[in-house]
């Protein structure tokens, strides 16, 4: 079975979200980063990074949410979490997948700190063009890929969900709003929240 490393209140809330709709069984390791638990030496073997969220399968280990949403997109592909190889969609689906983490949270993150950027320098440019950018993707829907969810909406949405609803680090958009919302409806999304919490 596998075993998610995790801590309330953390970026662990995607790698939560995904293993509830990917509905399979696996244990959670409380890994609680206000008492210091992901700078054992035991944690520190499962990721160097002394972060959470990580992920023990068997003796394969990882971390990075993203990669985390990849790895069990795949483990479990009955969830229908992520396009087949050889599905034209799947170009898309790597490319959200990967601008949550290359451009999302780097936005985020200059927003908190309100860090100066060359914009032609920085990979993810600057915040209004990375929400800019989300707003276009968005517009329609359902889902980032259209109209299947997969495990891109896990990356995007949490981190969409962190920046403009539960931090308020950048403006809503309607956009955003909507495709927040109809995250939060999904029971997975639900089930994670209230373990989230802690
Ligand atoms: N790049 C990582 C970021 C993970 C991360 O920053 N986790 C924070 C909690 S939100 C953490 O574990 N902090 C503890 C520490 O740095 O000591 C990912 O996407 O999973």
Redo the contacts with the bound molecule.
């Keep these: 079975m596998m075993k998610l490393y995790w801590?309330p209140?953390?970026?662990?809330f995607?790698?939560l979200w995904l293993m509830e709709e990917a509905g399979q069984p696996y244990e959670r390791v409380l890994?609680d980063?206000s008492t210091?638990a992901?700078?054992t030496p035991e944690f520190l073997a499962i990721n160097p990074?002394?972060?959470?969220?990580?992920l023990k399968d068997g003796d394969s280990t990882l971390?990075?949410?993203?990669?985390?949403c990849a790895y069990v997109a795949e483990r479990y592909p009955a969830a229908k979490l992520a396009p087949p190889l050889g599905d034209p969609l799947r170009a898309k689906y790597l490319y959200w997948l990967f601008f949550?983490?290359g451009c999302i949270?780097p936005a985020m993150v200059q927003l908190a700190t309100k860090i100066e950027m060359n914009s032609v320098a920085a990979g993810w440019g600057d915040a209004q063009r990375v929400f800019d950018v989300l707003d276009a993707a968005l517009a329609k829907g359902p889902w980032i890929l259209g109209e299947s969810f997969s495990a891109a909406d896990i990356a995007v949405g949490s981190g969409l969900n962190f920046a403009v609803r539960l931090f308020k680090m950048a403006p809503t958009r309607p956009s955003f709003d909507r495709y927040i919302d109809r995250c939060a409806a999904r029971p997975a999304f639900q089930r994670a929240s209230v373990i989230a919490a802690g």
């Design positions: 801590s209140r953390s970026r662990s995607s790698s890994t980063i210091g992901q700078k990074m002394g972060k959470v969220p990580a971390a990075e949410a993203a990669a985390i949550a983490p949270e």
